[in-house]
């Protein structure tokens, strides 16, 4: 199946301090990736989609100066986090979407990461 | 109205057991109907997808989805410990979003 990777697993960093975080589709191009957050036994909060080459559509209150997504090549897109403070403390999760494969509606996330902000 | 609606549990089933997990939605245009499974701290998985009515098989897992009464369900045989996870239903919908369940927190015990 399709596999995702995103990296790092975890972070943990001071507050003011910016996190980047990484998606990599490794054995197709996606056209799309997506950036969720996930708060404890709460289903995902889709925060924006990202095309290949364009910029991100953000969902309604989050902030893209603070959420900063880039999507330069069909395998990889980044997701800073700039700034950060304890109350962006959460689980992040990317997915991709193949647009070429039959199934080309469905996503394939990665395993996610886990920011810690002190 | 949410636009799909999933009980959170917990669901705590002995090993062995069938499991009945369901999700009802509200929206019409969803064409997608997706099973993701989630362990603690990892990104979902996913199980099962199907864009049409009635039933589809994979080994213990067995997706439904009826359409006329907007209800989907997942089914799994002879239960495991290591099912124990929280089930994620997800709908897709026209404008390229998946839209999640909350998420059944299921307990499979030995």
């Known amino acids: 199946g399709a596999v995702v990777s995103q990296h790092p697993s975890r972070v943990i960093c001071k507050s003011g301090t910016s996190v980047k975080i990484e998606c990599r589709s490794l054995?197709?191009?996606?056209?799309?990736m997506f950036w969720y957050r996930q708060f404890p036994k709460q289903s995902l909060m889709l925060m924006a989609t990202s095309n290949e080459g364009s910029k991100a559509t953000y969902e309604q209150g989050v902030e893209k100066d603070k959420f900063l997504i880039n999507h330069a090549s069909l395998t990889l897109s980044t997701l800073t986090v700039t700034s950060a403070h304890p109350e962006d403390s959460s689980f992040y999760i990317c997915s991709a979407r193949d647009g070429m494969r039959e199934s080309k509606n469905i996503q394939y996330f990665g395993a996610g990461t886990r920011l810690s902000v002190l | 109205q949410k636009e799909v609606e999933q009980d959170p549990g917990p669901l705590s089933v002995p090993e062995g057991a069938i499991v009945s997990l369901n999700c009802t939605y509200s929206?019409?245009?969803?064409?997608?109907f997706m099973w993701y499974r989630q362990y603690s701290r990892k990104g979902p998985e996913l199980l099962m997808y199907t864009y049409s009515s009635g039933n589809k098989e994979d080994g213990r897992f067995t997706a439904q989805v009826d359409k006329s009464s907007k209800y989907i369900s997942l089914f799994i045989r002879d239960s495991q410990p290591s099912d124990s996870a929280t089930y994620l239903c997800?709908?897709?919908?026209?404008?390229?979003?998946?839209?999640f369940g909350s998420g059944t927190r299921l307990s499979i015990r030995p």
């Open positions: 997800a709908e897709y919908s026209s404008a390229s979003k998946i839209i």
């Open positions: 054995d197709f191009q996606a056209t799309t």
């Open positions: 929206n019409s245009a969803f064409q997608y």
